[in-house]
Nanobody
Framework: QVQLVESGGGLVQAGGSLRLSCAAS????????MGWFRQAPGKEREFVAA????????NYADSVKGRFTISKDNAKSTVYLQMNSLKAEDTAVYYCAVRVGSLDYATLPRNLHEYDYWGQGTQVTVSS
């Protein structure tokens, strides 16, 4: 019962920045974690970043650490992904996802199978 809508994708020059937004609606109070994934042409969907809905811990893929920042606005039920120093290899469809079930351990989920609901994705294209 959670709906997710991504926005903010588009074309950007290498070295530039974009800020993606993911607006959630429905049973947002039941959210445990929010994550960002991406899928480039011919590749598997991969983990990018995650954040606890209640809490401050975050986690990032090595490929984006130091360049991307995940954040949230609980009052607006929105999660953001600030992407700086973009590279051509960042080109992909970016998806947000939410985990609503409890976890056995306090570990931010990285596996796509650990998430319950997904947005439709937003295209990010970085020109070199």
């Amino acid at each position: 019962q959670v709906q997710l809508v991504e926005s903010g994708g588009g074309l950007v020059q290498a070295g530039g920045s974009l800020r993606l937004s993911c607006a959630a609606s429905g049973r947002t109070f039941s959210s445990y974690a929010m994550g960002w994934f991406r899928q480039a042409p011919g590749k598997e969907r991969e983990f990018v970043a995650a954040i606890w809905w209640i809490g401050v811990r975050t986690n990032y893929a090595d490929s984006v650490k130091g360049r991307f920042t995940i954040s949230k606005d609980n009052a607006k039920s929105t999660v953001y992904l600030q992407m700086n120093s973009l590279k051509a290899e960042d080109t992909a469809v970016y998806y947000c996802a939410v985990r609503v079930g409890s976890l056995d351990y306090a570990t931010l989920p990285r596996n796509l199978h650990e998430y319950d609901y997904w947005g439709q994705g937003t295209q990010v294209t970085v020109s070199s």
